[in-house]
């Protein structure tokens, strides 16, 4: 008679401990959700893989994200040194371009990430290579390989040579999604220093006046210039935009002695400045 309680009493233990097994697994989490892989780079036991949102390298600036991955255990390493040098090769001499360094993504386990800013390429893309130096548990690493650069479809790049004799890179960075406000304006300003060195240039002024040259070059409101942020060595200001359509976003780099490098005033005899950059939505 007793028997009819083992059944019962033994798929409530089987239920239970099945349960428990279930609480106990973790998630498998995403950490790259939303972005697009750009390139794989495989050097020997371990792979690169390098994203951002739109799975590609453009002219300008670039956010990318890195994970990097053992091929022996199929596991993706959580405690790495990244370090990277682009490099643009031309018929008689090469250079690189503006870049961060490459930090651990804050909150995430494997991804690590930084910018670089080209600032040309060729019209196929080609031209440029990428080599990544890294370290794992005190071995060091190194890997080049050749990606490609495709050219932006609006300046939002610009090298020049200032009045003091010196080459700066402008790069756009916000808004990457602009709209009929006031929009926050976000540009990184960087010099070469030498064929592979372009630093941050920090307390410039960056004057703005936004343009509309297919609507009678007219300007729009509550503009404000562009100013160094020492948190984050970018310049920030406010561009007002009235309407969709292409805008011309003429600027002048001003130094610290108010002395102006590069770029003039907007006027009826002058339609633009000689610096500027692009954006169209």
């Not at 428990?20 to 750009?38: F, Q």
């Not at 794989?40 to 453009?58: D, H, M, P, S």
């Not at 990244?82 to 018929?91: F, G, I």
């Amino acid at each position: 008679m007793k028997f009819k309680y083992i059944v019962p009493i033994a798929f409530i233990a089987l239920f239970s401990s099945c349960s428990s097994d279930d609480d106990n697994i973790t998630p498998t989490v995403n950490e790259v959700e939303g972005l697009e892989l750009i390139q794989i780079i495989v050097n020997g036991e371990q792979t690169i893989e390098l994203y951002n949102e739109k799975g590609l390298f453009e002219t300008g600036y670039n956010m990318i994200s890195l994970r990097l991955k053992d091929n022996i255990t199929d596991t993706y390493i959580e405690d790495a040194t990244l370090s990277w040098m682009p490099v643009m090769q031309m018929p008689t001499m090469q250079h690189s371009c503006p870049k961060s360094n490459i930090t651990k993504v804050l909150g995430k386990d494997t991804v690590y990430e930084g910018f670089i800013i080209y600032q040309m390429t060729n019209e196929d893309g080609s031209g440029w290579s990428l080599t990544l130096n890294y370290t794992i548990d005190g071995v060091d690493y190194s890997v080049s390989e050749t990606i490609s650069v495709m050219q932006y479809d609006n300046q939002n790049t610009a090298s020049f040579m200032g009045s003091d004799d010196t080459r700066y890179i402008l790069a756009l960075i916000e808004p990457t999604d602009p709209s009929i406000a006031v929009n926050n304006m976000k540009v990184g300003l960087f010099k070469m220093e030498n064929m592979m060195t372009f630093p941050v240039v920090a307390d410039y002024i960056i004057t703005l006046d936004p343009r509309m040259p297919g609507m009678g070059n007219h300007s729009s409101p509550n503009n404000t210039d562009l100013t160094f942020n020492n948190a984050d060595n970018f310049y920030y200001g406010d561009l007002s935009l009235t309407m969709t359509g292409y805008w011309k976003l003429n600027l002048k780099l001003l130094d610290a002695n108010n002395e102006v490098l590069k770029g003039e005033d907007v006027t009826d005899e002058n339609e633009s400045s000689s610096l500027y950059l692009e954006l169209e939505f």
